[in-house]
């Protein structure tokens, strides 16, 4: 049975910062491409953060030089590091994982169940 089980998430201030974790199982974690999603009420599912199976990473205008993926195929996890949290940064995180491409909105092999970060000003 394949599992993404996030954790890391929580409440904090403005300008705090948090590091959320995704543990898989039951898949060949060095294969997968990894990506973090987040979702907040009333609006779209956006990607945040991708990391490649080779170690790739990358993050959209919106969050570049605050929030920083990297993997640890060793244990099976991915990290999302977010620092100079703001309000708007307020959703629910995802990590999903695909294999032979990466995942987008629309096509991830496996999501996980969700992290909720809040950021009060």
């Known amino acids: 049975q394949v599992q993404l089980v996030e954790s890391g998430g929580g409440s904090v201030q403005s300008g705090g910062s948090l590091r959320l974790s995704c543990v898989a199982s039951?898949?060949?974690?060095?294969?997968?491409?990894l990506d973090w999603f987040r979702q907040a009420p009333g609006k779209e599912r956006e990607m945040v953060a991708i990391?490649?199976?080779?170690?790739?990473?990358g993050v959209p205008d919106s969050v570049k030089g605050r929030f920083s993926i990297s993997r640890d195929d060793a244990k099976n996890t991915t990290y999302l590091q977010m620092v100079s949290l703001k309000p708007e940064d307020t959703a629910m995180y995802y990590c999903?994982?695909?294999?032979?491409?990466?995942?987008?909105?629309?096509?991830?092999?496996?999501w996980g169940q969700g992290t909720q970060v809040t950021v009060s000003s």
């Open positions: 039951g898949i060949v974690f060095s294969r997968f491409c």
């Open positions: 990391i490649t199976k080779s170690g790739d990473a």
């Open positions: 999903a994982a695909q294999i032979l491409a990466c995942p987008t909105v629309k096509r991830a092999l496996f």
